[in-house]
């Protein structure tokens, strides 16, 4: 097989792990230990080498096939995110941000640094960021899944520097396995129906095997509304109940004038009274249909060669649910004789001063003008007038809007291996594989068919009757918005993203029958040739920025490709078998020279090795020197702007009225005049950014290193502790700045208007603000560079124990990780630039939750027949990023409290000693600026009623825990979504899962 090695087991034991076929939870190399000693062929992840009696020098995090079953997961993303040490990313929680794929993120480095496998092949990845949906992987198939951490580049080739994923399947299987899985939550929500069909069989007298499996899962939706903790906008700098300046009614601001913000209420506009609770439309559980095939087989030609296929084909159908569109301040031209537009409204837009600094009041229009325009309903007439008018309107008629993402991923593989000679074994093989994602929205409605409808100046008809035009009332109350209407502006859009994989491969690998020790050394050799295509493509209204509303960023058509050449070896030197003070010593290399058609040759090595002084105790380690080439994406993407998340703006309010130094930032950011002190921060927390690819970006450079132990005493029988530190470094790193860097670079770095960090702001040119129309405001600029440099370092602990109580079995099982550090540098060269950690803190800076400890561990009670195993899992606690901390934490939330101890309210609070990482960004509310430690128990029974009839039942999240509320904008939306953080903590509650299981 394609990355693995298929190891012929030998009756002496591997030390690492317990074999047992129930073994605890993420047992370090525990599947292996299981296998070699049973009799059966394992896969090794991390190497080609074979030979049985070699270990791995890095550590392997093992979930088994037992194990899912056990936690009832339903896709592999939910059972590896709470793998101690792994951070969530996008998956099934994330809702605005999800597009349509879960991703894996080892050791929180990104996505885009970890490598994932199935059966030891790359698998053709989602679209332009080269990252693999792990929703594809069928998780009933599955005999395993090996998570190898620190590095493994040498192995594998790039992406591999935080480790890879290597999903193991079931292989050789003979006859028919059938499983029914339900899931329900206590709400009664969130049902997940799950049905797999593995069958199997040899032929041709055993020199053949054939195994075929079909799937199908069906996921509700979750719906935040349907959640006490989710049911209002929370806004995590006021405490107060909040929302979108996009409401209902309009919230109106007239560029060039003092008018500030303002809404509708009935004919009058008056300061801004209303936010738009978006909350309920949302989800905390994306939906989820999905059809999956696969197959795979072997048949020994000769005993010289055996040939083997394998093909997988998936279509997935899953949508997110964002709050209904509108108008998400867009200035529109507006006719003063608009049928809708009330009289009082109509006089207060033509008076309104257009100069606070100028002596008496300058309007807009006289009285005169201004009473006949009202009536002036023909453009040719002289007394026809525009005005252009900053709308925020949410069309809550329109429904919620959909987007539906139908992926369709297959590769097949085929190739021949056998024997090269008694020692050594030759394998080549070629696989190709494609992926498309189609989205198709709803529910937005489009800018130009919007002012077209806005023109009107009769109720009835619209000025330019095209397209069957239809007049729309933005001064109106909630129902204003017909149906008629809705037809007209939400026309569809829709858009495409692929990527096609081809690679072939060939290796040789085996001992060389003679070695320095009793053991002989091991080689492999082998290149590999690998052709990336990648590929976006919208429909012209995707295409066109600020067309589509509601819709963030333009989708302009983007496509690459690039190929790579590579050379590998690997070398396993066995220094000393069954000597004093080295019953095992054993020396690893590895090397891989890659020729990349964008970055030229790179070069990654790896030396490790593992000694045992004694048999029960085993010390490993190893270091590596990996690169990562560019992907697509970072090379290719078009410019576009789009939305993010911050919560503060220096420029807002009145700060720039008596500054001189800071109104002129401002000014020269693109804020217009009449702006200052009316310039405001989006209540939904939301800015404009501006990213795209940088085709002059250079492969990435990492360090790793890990140091470890194995540690199987004698005197406790069935006994196995592995402990191991891990260090990554990666210099030239691939990355974007964060938003407080960038506000920091030019507010508290040199504030001036001439710093070009500064003037690379670019604000709303209608009302300085830094959201609006990603047509004309580009907000911050969010480039790609090599400058980053991200590092993480930490400890892994297993602990795994075994023994028979009389009564039944017991396992035992715990596996830890501590994170030291996880830092981020936005410029490596600047010895000024702040050197952001973020674990066991959230912010804006930082994406996904990294607590500093964590822990999984599960008991288990073995009956003849029946199971009952209970898991605990440890969430360390995490407060709000702060840039200065006067005082400790818990004398800063005194201070939010009354002499008897009785928390302020939020009006009364005050930040004297605590700032957040937003420039000026104070959350007075101390209930936000923390997360407690979370604990979460799953109960599940296994009953064997026949020896071909299993029932499984599950109790997820036992004692029903609520997510903690820290407001809904003090992180990035993907992560910090409905109040909560939905993909750390459980916003779902109790659940009940039971699955049946067929076998014969």
């Known amino acids: ?82 793998i101690p040490g792994l951070v969530p990313s996008v998956g099934s929680n994330v809702n605005n941000g999800n597009g349509g794929a879960t991703y894996v993120n080892l050791r929180g480095l990104g996505e885009n640094r970890n490598l994932v496998l ?64 339900n899931q329900i939550t206590e709400e009664g929500d969130g049902h997940t129906f799950r049905a797999d069909l593995l069958v199997g069989g040899n032929f041709a007298d055993g020199r053949g095997n054939a195994v075929f499996a ?22 995590s700098f006021s405490g107060n109940a909040g929302g979108s300046s996009t409401a209902v009614p309009s919230v109106i601001t007239v560029p060039g004038t003092t008018s500030g913000t303002l809404q509708v209420q009935g004919d009058s506009l008056v300061p801004f009274y ?78 309104f001063d257009t100069d606070g600094d100028a002596p008496g009041t300058q309007r807009l229009f006289s009285q005169a003008e ?117 037809d007209f502006l939400d026309v569809g859009n829709s858009g495409t993203e692929g990527a096609e994989l081809s690679q072939v491969q060939a290796f040789i690998a085996g001992d060389l029958g003679f070695g320095i020790s009793s053991e002989p050394i091991s080689i492999a050799l082998g290149g590999e040739y690998r052709d990336y295509y990648a590929f976006s493509r919208s429909d012209l209204l995707s295409q066109t920025p600020g067309e589509v509303l509601g819709n963030g960023a333009a989708a302009p058509d983007t496509e690459g490709s690039y190929d790579v050449k590579e050379v590998f070896g690997e070398l396993i030197v066995p220094l000393a078998r069954g000597t004093a003070f080295a019953d095992e010593l054993t020396l690893e ?54 939305l993010d998340n911050f919560g503060t703006d220096p420029c807002s309010g009145s700060a720039p009225v008596n500054d001189a130094n800071l109104r002129a930032i401002c000014l020269a950011q693109g804020a217009p005049v009449n702006s200052i002190g009316n310039i405001q921060v989006d209540p939904a927390g939301q800015v404009n950014v501006t990213t795209g690819g940088n085709p002059d970006l250079d492969a990435e450079n990492a360090k790793t290193w890990t140091l470890g132990a194995v540690f199987q005493p004698d005197f406790i029988r069935n006994f196995t502790m592995t402990v191991d530190y891990y260090n990554i470094t990666l210099e030239d790193a691939i990355t974007e700045p964060n938003i407080g860097d960038v506000f920091a670079a030019c507010f508290d770095n040199n504030p001036s208007p001439n710093n070009p960090a500064c003037t690379a702001i670019r604000r709303n040119p209608a009302t300085g603000n830094l959201f609006g129309s990603v047509a004309t405001t580009p907000g911050l600029p969010l480039n790609l560079t090599n400058q980053g440099r991200l590092f993480t370092d930490g400890i892994d602990l297993t602990m795994n124990w075994s023994t028979d109580l009389g009564f039944a079995g017991l396992d035992l099982g715990f596996a830890g990780n501590w994170t030291n550090r996880s830092e981020f540098k936005a410029n490596q060269d600047d010895p000024q630039g702040l ?114 009839f299993s029932f499984t039942a599950g109790i997820i999240n036992l004692f029903n825990n609520k997510p903690k509320v820290v407001g809904s904008n003090i992180g990035s939306t993907a992560y910090n979504s409905g109040n909560v953080y939905p993909s750390t903590y459980d916003p779902l509650g109790r659940r009940f899962s039971v699955t049946a299981r067929l076998t014969f």
């Not at 079909?214 to 806004?235: C, E």
């Open 589 to 642: 290399l590895g090397g891989r020279i890659s020729d990349y058609s964008t970055t030229g040759t790179e070069y990654t090595w790896k030396v490790g090795g593992t000694w045992s002084p004694i048999p029960s105790f085993q010390v490993r380690g190893g270091y590596q020197s990996v690169t990562r080439a560019p992907n697509i994406e970072e090379l290719f993407d078009v410019p576009t702007t789009g």
């Open 118 to 181: 199935l059966n030891g092949t790359r698998l053709v990845p989602q679209g332009l960021n080269g990252l693999t949906n792990i929703d594809v992987i069928p998780v009933a198939l599955l005999e395993r899944m090996d998570v190898l951490t620190g590095g493994a580049g040498a192995a594998y080739g790039a992406d591999a520097i935080s480790g890879v994923v290597n999903f193991v399947t079931k292989s050789d299987f003979e006859g028919v396995d059938l499983s029914l899985s």
């Open 835 to 948: 050197n952001r950690d973020c674990v066991g803190l959230y912010s804006i800076n930082c994406s996904s939750i990294q607590p500093e400890f964590s822990f999984t561990q599960r008991t288990t009670l073995r009956f003849d027949d029946f199971d009952l195993s209970l898991r605990w899992r440890y969430i360390d606690g995490v407060q709000y990023e702060p840039i200065q901390l006067a005082n400790d934490f818990a004398a800063a939330e005194a201070e939010n409290r009354d002499d008897n101890g009785v928390l302020l309210p939020v009006a009364d609070q005050g930040c004297p000693d605590y700032e957040g990482a937003d420039p000026g960004g104070c959350v007075p509310n101390p209930e936000f600026r923390s997360i407690s430690a979370e604990h979460y128990f799953d109960l599940t029974a296994v009953w064997r009623a026949a020896d071909n």
């Open 274 to 351: 209303e936010p738009f609770n978006f909350n309920p439309y949302n989800v905390y559980q994306t939906p989820l249909k999905q059809y999956r095939l696969y197959g795979a087989a072997r048949y020994e030609v000769s005993d010289a060669i055996e040939v083997f296929t394998e093909g997988m084909f998936v279509q997935s159908t899953t949508s997110t649910i964002i709050a209904p569109s509108g108008t998400f301040r867009n200035v529109l031209d507006t006719p003063l004789s608009n049928p809708f537009m009330g009289d009082g409204i109509r006089n207060q837009i033509c008076g």
């Open 370 to 486: 201004c009473d006949a325009a009202a009536t002036a309903t023909d453009p040719n007439d002289p007394n026809y007038r525009t005005v252009g008018l900053d709308y925020g309107r949410r069309f809550v008629e329109f429904g919620p809007r959909l987007n539906d993402y139908r992926t369709r991923l297959f590769q097949v593989k085929a190739g021949a291996r056998g024997p090269l000679t008694d020692t050594l074994d030759w394998e080549v093989f070629g696989a190709y594989g494609e992926s498309e994602n189609v989205s198709r929205q709803s529910g937005n409605g489009t800018l130009t068919r919007l002012q077209q409808a806005v023109l009107a100046t009769d109720p009835n008809e619209c000025l330019d009757t095209s397209n069957g035009c239809v007049p729309i009332d933005l001064f109106g109350p909630l129902g204003s918005l017909t149906p008629a209407v809705r």
């Open 1 to 82: 097989m394609k990355n693995s090695t298929i190891l012929k087991a030998s009756a002496a034991p591997i030390a690492l792990g317990l074999a047992l076929s129930s073994a605890p939870a993420f047992a370090q190399d525990s599947e292996a230990g299981a296998q070699a000693q049973t009799g059966q062929t394992i896969v090794v992840t991390g190497s080609r080498i074979q030979n049985p009696n070699l270990e791995n020098a890095s550590p392997v995090a093992v979930v088994t096939s037992e194990e899912l079953g056990l936690q009832q997961a339903n896709t592999p993303e939910e059972s590896l995110r709470q």
């Open 214 to 235: 079909v799937g199908y899962t069906n996921r509700d939706a979750v719906f935040q509304g349907d959640r006490p903790y989710g049911v209002n906008n929370i806004s």
